[in-house]
């Protein structure tokens, strides 16, 4: 879908799949004027698709926007985006049953207008494209392992942490290729400003289970992504008794409460990977381990929102919603 400042947003097309051109002097290709979103299309045992809280990912889009100086795609035309592209690839949404798998659908949108003055673009495009994803374990769930960057932040204090824009993404891909030379699957980041607080990791927010019931996530910070899992997760938690904080955390307090054994799980949340238990974490100069096996709130929270997503329980909370 085309928008120009005068004339707003274009009706969309719905065209097959391949390269899309650009003008070279396309302001995205400079500035990095450029967001998006990641979410799933369902299929459940009837046939039916669905994805899971689609509004709140045209919110944070929405939000993105506002941030990036780009124009907000209406939540109504957002959805419908999505409906279209799904209903075109229906064949792709792969069958019930057939373990995590889904249609993984990633809206973006990009300053397409060509000139090379350092300002907000005239003009934008919104595209939909969609890939079929496998589950994110295959052969068994196990926890994951951290490397905590002390070189690297996600994003500063009044940088576009928040905003879901490919910049943040940019800044982390040094944090990967460090956490991997450490034999790491997963950086994590702390904020930028002291280096003391848990942030989250390159794609995933963090939680804790700490064995007095309670369940720990940092606060949103604003350098922090605002998670749909994490927020999903947040009320989950409370409906299954767990007390739930938001608030900083010391890296200190992840070291300490595996430690003294306070903490008894760890585990990171996204759309990609649901929610994944997290085992080591390390740090230049030790390690420390809070579990080799998945916990059991970490598994209980994942299959309670696997279950919704997949249709295998009510959605009494509205947060399904039917594309097809
Ligand atoms: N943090 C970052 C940096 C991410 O890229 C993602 C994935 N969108 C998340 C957290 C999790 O967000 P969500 O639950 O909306 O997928």
Redesign the pocket.
Same mark, same amino acid.
């Given at each position: 879908i085309r928008w120009t400042r005068d004339g707003g947003w274009e009706n969309g097309d719905l065209l097959p799949y391949g390269p899309i051109s650009l003008d070279p002097a396309a302001s995205v290709l400079h500035y990095g004027q450029e967001i998006f979103e990641?979410l799933k299309a369902y299929r459940h045992e009837d046939g039916s698709i669905w994805s899971f809280r689609p509004q709140a990912?045209a919110e944070?889009l929405q939000r993105s926007a506002r941030r990036l100086a780009l124009p907000e795609l209406p939540t109504d035309d957002f959805v419908e985006s999505i409906k279209v592209l799904v209903d075109a690839d229906q064949d792709w949404v792969p069958d019930y049953g057939t373990g995590e798998t889904s249609l993984y659908l990633r809206p973006f949108m990009i300053a397409s207008e060509a000139f090379l003055g350092v300002r907000p673009a005239n003009e934008a495009t919104y595209y939909v494209i969609a890939s079929p994803a496998g589950a994110y374990f295959s052969g068994g769930i196990k926890p994951v392992s951290l490397w905590l960057s002390t070189d690297y932040a +996600?994003a500063g204090d009044g940088g576009t942490g928040a905003a879901?824009c490919g910049g943040?993404?940019a800044s982390s891909l040094a944090g990967q290729v460090q956490a991997a030379e450490y034999g790491c699957d997963q950086v994590v980041f702390l904020d930028s400003s002291t280096h003391t607080y848990i942030e989250?990791?390159?794609?995933?927010?963090l939680f804790f289970v700490y064995r007095d019931g309670r369940l720990v996530t940092p606060q949103l910070t604003g350098t &922090?992504?605002e998670? &749909?899992? +994490?927020s999903s997760i947040l009320q989950l938690g409370s409906e299954m008794g767990l007390t739930v904080e938001e608030r900083r955390i010391p890296i200190q307090e992840w070291k300490d409460g595996v430690a003294s054994g306070e903490i008894a799980e760890v585990f990171a949340?996204?759309?990609?990977a649901v929610v994944t238990p997290v085992g080591t974490l390390k740090w230049d100069g030790g390690e420390c381990t809070v579990s080799t096996e998945p916990g059991e709130a970490t598994m209980k929270i994942r299959e309670t929102l696997l279950d919704l997503q997949y249709g295998k329980t009510a959605d009494t909370r509205g947060w399904m919603q039917r594309l097809v």
């Amino acid at each position: 879908i085309r928008w120009t400042r005068d004339g707003g947003w274009e009706n969309g097309d719905l065209l097959p799949y391949g390269p899309i051109s650009l003008d070279p002097a396309a302001s995205v290709l400079h500035y990095g004027q450029e967001i998006f979103e990641g979410l799933k299309a369902y299929r459940h045992e009837d046939g039916s698709i669905w994805s899971f809280r689609p509004q709140a990912n045209a919110e944070r889009l929405q939000r993105s926007a506002r941030r990036l100086a780009l124009p907000e795609l209406p939540t109504d035309d957002f959805v419908e985006s999505i409906k279209v592209l799904v209903d075109a690839d229906q064949d792709w949404v792969p069958d019930y049953g057939t373990g995590e798998t889904s249609l993984y659908l990633r809206p973006f949108m990009i300053a397409s207008e060509a000139f090379l003055g350092v300002r907000p673009a005239n003009e934008a495009t919104y595209y939909v494209i969609a890939s079929p994803a496998g589950a994110y374990f295959s052969g068994g769930i196990k926890p994951v392992s951290l490397w905590l960057s002390t070189d690297y932040a +996600r994003a500063g204090d009044g940088g576009t942490g928040a905003a879901k824009c490919g910049g943040n993404y940019a800044s982390s891909l040094a944090g990967q290729v460090q956490a991997a030379e450490y034999g790491c699957d997963q950086v994590v980041f702390l904020d930028s400003s002291t280096h003391t607080y848990i942030e989250e990791l390159g794609g995933m927010n963090l939680f804790f289970v700490y064995r007095d019931g309670r369940l720990v996530t940092p606060q949103l910070t604003g350098t &922090i992504l605002e998670g &749909i899992t +994490r927020s999903s997760i947040l009320q989950l938690g409370s409906e299954m008794g767990l007390t739930v904080e938001e608030r900083r955390i010391p890296i200190q307090e992840w070291k300490d409460g595996v430690a003294s054994g306070e903490i008894a799980e760890v585990f990171a949340c996204g759309t990609a990977a649901v929610v994944t238990p997290v085992g080591t974490l390390k740090w230049d100069g030790g390690e420390c381990t809070v579990s080799t096996e998945p916990g059991e709130a970490t598994m209980k929270i994942r299959e309670t929102l696997l279950d919704l997503q997949y249709g295998k329980t009510a959605d009494t909370r509205g947060w399904m919603q039917r594309l097809v």
